[in-house]
């Protein structure tokens, strides 16, 4: 099984402020994907992370609110521009491939004030 | 579109008895996967147990069960033996196994009385 870890593990930021979560797991993958999960919610998928390519955001989510980086296999990073706190969130990165198995990092825990 | 669905907001079991959360889901895909997860309050998911639609046995994984019920659409976990710290939330998710993207559903609530 693939090992994530994320960084941040938390923070409080500011209205207006700009946060960049970075995700990096411990053998190359094809696929990363960035979730939310607000509060008392269920995970809602933000976009697709694909090396070497644009990621791919769901219905909802925009680039220029949610920019990634995916610069290699093994690293993404996520975003979350112009915060307000509805924004506050657990925000949690997910890899995938031809396992059937996908994994979860820890979570970034975001609170905007 | 795929849809998961937990009916259970959330249940109450007392250890060392055994819990069944409820997942249902509705996709026109003939290939897919269905997960459960665990998020206990420090907000990690764990990854707990897999059932592929064309898997001919129902998953098991330790004191984790899946009762795989295709016709009806129903991937329930059981989970045995309930443990204190088994209490969390507990996420069905659907894959398309084109895409790995996971769906999920609303989790159900899981506490364990001494």
């Known amino acids: 099984s693939a090992v994530i870890s994320q960084k941040p593990s938390r923070d409080i930021c500011q209205r207006g402020t700009s946060l960049t979560i970075q995700c990096q797991v411990d053998s190359q993958v094809t696929m990363m994907f960035w979730y939310r999960q607000q509060p008392g919610q269920s995970l809602t998928l933000i976009a697709t992370a694909n090396q070497g390519s644009e990621a791919t955001y769901e219905s909802g989510f925009v680039i220029d609110k949610f920019p990634i980086s995916r610069p290699n296999l093994t690293f993404s990073t996520l975003t979350v521009s112009n915060m307000s706190p509805e924004d506050s969130s657990i925000y949690l990165c997910?890899?995938?491939?031809?396992?059937?198995?996908?994994?979860f990092g820890p979570g970034t825990r975001l609170t905007v004030t | 579109a795929q849809k998961i669905t937990q009916t259970q907001p959330g249940m109450f079991v007392q250890e060392k008895e055994a819990v069944t959360l409820d997942c249902t889901y509705d996709?026109?895909?003939?290939?897919?996967?269905l997960f459960w997860y665990k998020q206990p309050s420090s907000g990690e998911m764990i990854f707990l147990i897999y059932q592929g639609s064309y898997d001919q046995q129902n998953a098991t994984e330790g004191r984790y069960s899946l009762n795989f019920q295709k016709a009806r659409k129903s991937a329930n976990l059981v989970i045995s033996a309930s443990q204190l710290g088994d209490s969390a939330m507990y996420f069905c998710?659907?894959?398309?196994?084109?895409?790995?993207?996971?769906?999920f559903g609303a989790g159900t609530t899981v506490t364990v009385r001494a």
């Open positions: 996709t026109s895909d003939p290939s897919y996967g």
């Open positions: 998710a659907m894959r398309d196994l084109n895409d790995y993207k996971l769906s």
């Open positions: 997910s890899v995938g491939g031809d396992s059937y198995e996908q994994y």
